[in-house]
Structure formats: C-alpha cells, structure tokens
C-alpha cells in the first residue's frame, strides 16, 4: 500500500502562484506514476499533470501546460505541482495520486489507484 499526503492549498488572487507538495510513503516501489488530479464544485474529477517517477518523463493537459509544472525528487518520495499564472477556474480539491503504468496509459485516469486526501485551491 502507498500513503499520499498532499500539502500546500491555499487562497491566492488571479495571477498568483502557489506550489503544492505531495509525500508519498510506504509500498512506494510498487509505483512508477505519479499525477495530479483536481475537481471544482459539481465537476467531474480531472487528471492534468503526469510524471513517470523512473524516467522523468511529463505530459500536461491543455487547459495547465505552460502553466503548471510537476516534478519529484525520488530520493525524499516527494512530489510538487508549481502553479503560476493561476486563474478563478483553477480553484478545486487537488489530488495527488499514484500507480504502476506505461508510458503510454500514464494518463489513463483508472490506473491511478492511490490517492491523498486532497487540498483546497481557491483563486479569486
């Protein structure tokens, strides 16, 4: 089993940034996939940043990329979401989450089955 444990949420104005941790422990090299996930009020949850921990390799949805970067340091089991440039529709629940995958279902959301608790955004 992994444990997630997303730090970081806060409230910050339109433009800001603010860069979200998450700490992974226990069973964690059953794990090669980390992601972040989000969902806003009475949306669908949505996966948006993609790391594969052994090769470094990102991939980003539209709606963040050129805006939001993940990245880990494998040897603290850490990894971090910095948000710049943060817009209203951004304020959601973020989720960090993990699996074992390829690179090609690494944003296949259904393979991520360990997941945080969650921390609030809220951009205004």
């Known amino acids: 089993h992994v444990q997630l444990v997303e730090s970081g949420g806060d409230s910050v104005q339109a433009g800001g940034s603010l860069r979200l941790s998450c700490a992974a422990s226990?069973?964690?090299?059953?794990?090669?996939?980390m992601a972040w996930f989000r969902q806003a009020p009475e949306k669908e949850r949505e996966g948006f940043a993609y790391?594969?921990?052994?090769?470094?390799?990102?991939e980003y949805a539209d709606s963040v990329k050129g805006r939001f970067t993940i990245s880990r340091d494998s040897e603290k089991n850490m990894v971090y979401l910095q948000m710049n440039s943060l817009k209203p529709e951004d304020t959601a629940v973020y989720y960090c989450?993990?699996?074992?995958?390829?690179?090609?279902?690494?944003?296949?959301?259904?393979?991520?089955?360990?997941w945080g608790q969650g921390t609030q955004v809220t951009v205004s």
């Open positions: 989450a993990a699996a074992y995958c390829t690179w090609s279902t690494i944003t296949a959301n259904v393979v991520y089955t360990f």
């Open positions: 790391i594969h921990t052994r090769q470094g390799s990102v």
């Open positions: 226990g069973n964690t090299d059953r794990t090669n996939c």
